[in-house]
């Protein structure tokens, strides 16, 4: 008889699901206590690819893809590829229906090679060479966001056929979040602001020129945005905005996109954006917007990124070393860090971890989760609750890491970036090898 079998008070977590709100939508723990995302322990995950490994459940990113698209019926939604993609995630979002939004030509070039049709592709950044135009006019890509007067200049000079654009405005909208995130206002470095005249230049320098087609603005307010409402004044002062285009120049514009940036939550009781909550916004909006304006309903367009993308991911790590500092925090270094996690130190992000090898015993202690780069400040999670009996080889599962962690990793000491492995139906399939030293070496030229 165990230690367990005598005190099953001790701590034994029985096996079920996990909080949906933070952990995949198929995670459960088996009967030995050990984690299990779309059918497959992650014990045997670490076993075969090793760790650090991003886990991500396609179940899971496809359930919420087909929520959005019964929540927001008639909004076109278009996925943001920035924060997950590979050539396979490319695919599952095309598969369920969703177009793609890229900023790059790697992002380009990935989102085609996953099959997605180049009309259902809209082209972002804010600075675009004349070269990633070319190659985005070159393929046909639907929509492209212009996002300053040297992009309409440059464009001109490559299309060579009709090439829908929208212009990039800034509805200065501060949705009080972290200010790497905060997009919607005046004073960065995204889009045109509506204030003065700027906007209104650049949709008169689009509308000269024969081929470019200004079919709508587009703006972004931000990440992580919790509140509806600040989507509904984005859609009031857009509207706005395009009654004014259609005054000075005579032009209807027919398309809005208001971006993404829909919050999840990544701790218990973290807030997420209600969706059907965002549907009524949306409409009554729309509607009041339009009718104030006397203006046509435009079609409207939402880039949710990581709350299609951020749920599904998991990150599995070995615990390397545990130590105490006297009268300080306790420490659980892993074997990753901030080169496959930067948010930690980019936003001071917070995550949920659990003990993802076996049931754990007794009483729990809180710890820092700490990375193996050489910054004091290379952190995953800080005052987390785990097993008092945690030890070095134990298996840890940090949830929401879906989005922007695969896509924001970085070669920090030389550290090889993690595999991505999809798990569905008790199968895993790598997408997405692990980094090598010799990838490394074959950049370096001597
Ligand atoms: C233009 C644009 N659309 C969509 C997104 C997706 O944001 P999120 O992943 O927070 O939904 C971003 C994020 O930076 C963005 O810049």
Redesign the pocket.
């Known amino acids: 008889m165990t230690l367990l079998d005598m005190l099953p008070s001790m701590g034994r977590v029985a096996p079920g699901r996990l909080d949906p709100a933070i952990w995949p939508v198929t995670a459960h723990s088996d009967e030995e206590g050990r984690l299990c995302v779309g059918g497959v322990p992650l014990t045997d995950i670490a076993d075969e690819f090793h760790t650090p490994t991003y886990v991500i459940d396609e179940t899971d990113f496809r359930q919420r893809v087909r929520r959005y698209r019964r929540a927001l019926r008639g909004v076109e939604v278009v996925y943001?590829g920035?924060?997950l993609l590979t050539t396979a995630v490319a695919r599952w979002a095309a598969e369920e229906g969703l177009g793609i939004?890229v900023c790059s030509s790697g992002e380009l070039a990935v989102a085609m090679a996953g099959g997605v049709r180049p009309s259902r592709i809209v082209m972002?950044g804010n600075a675009k060479s004349p070269e990633e135009l070319r190659e985005a006019v070159r393929v046909g890509v639907g929509r492209i966001v212009l996002d300053s007067c040297i992009e309409i200049a440059y464009l001109a000079g490559v299309a060579r056929q009709r090439q829908p654009v929208l212009i990039r405005v800034t509805p200065d909208i501060d949705i009080h979040g972290h200010r790497a995130?905060t997009?919607g206002i005046s004073d960065q470095k995204f889009g045109l602001t509506l204030h003065g005249d700027r906007a209104d230049v650049a949709a008169q320098r689009v509308l000269a020129h024969p081929i470019l087609d200004l079919v709508g603005l587009h703006c972004?307010i931000g990440?992580?945005v919790t509140d509806p409402a600040l989507y509904g004044e984005a859609i009031h002062r857009m509207i706005a905005a395009m009654a004014d285009i259609r005054a000075r120049h005579g032009v209807i514009l027919t398309e809005l996109n208001i971006?993404?940036?829909?919050a999840i939550p990544y701790i218990p009781g973290g807030r997420e954006l209600d969706l059907d909550e965002l549907a009524r916004v949306i409409e009554d909006a729309l509607d009041e917007a339009c009718a104030a304006e006397h203006f046509p309903r435009p079609t409207l367009v939402v880039?949710?990124?990581?709350?299609i993308s951020g749920r599904a991911g998991v990150t599995l790590y070995r615990v390397c070393s545990i130590k105490t500092q006297p009268g300080g925090r306790t420490f659980v270094a892993v074997d990753g860090g901030m080169s496959d996690n930067p948010r930690v130190s980019l936003y001071g992000a917070q995550y949920t971890v659990a003990l993802a090898n076996r049931h754990p015993m007794g009483l729990k202690q809180r710890v820092t989760i700490a990375g193996r780069h050489c910054e004091a400040g290379d952190e995953i999670a800080r005052d987390v609750e785990l097993p008092a009996d945690l030890h070095p080889g134990d298996l840890l599962a940090v949830a929401t890491t879906g989005?922007y962690h695969h896509s924001m990793a970085s070669n920090y000491n030389m550290v090889c970036r993690p595999p991505v492995v999809a798990v569905k139906g008790g199968r895993a399939r790598e997408l997405v090898r692990r980094e090598t030293i010799a990838d490394l070496l074959a950049r370096d030229r001597g």
């Open positions: 943001a920035k924060s939004d972002h995130i997009t972004h990440s992580q971006g993404g940036g829909h880039e949710p990124g990581r709350a989005a």
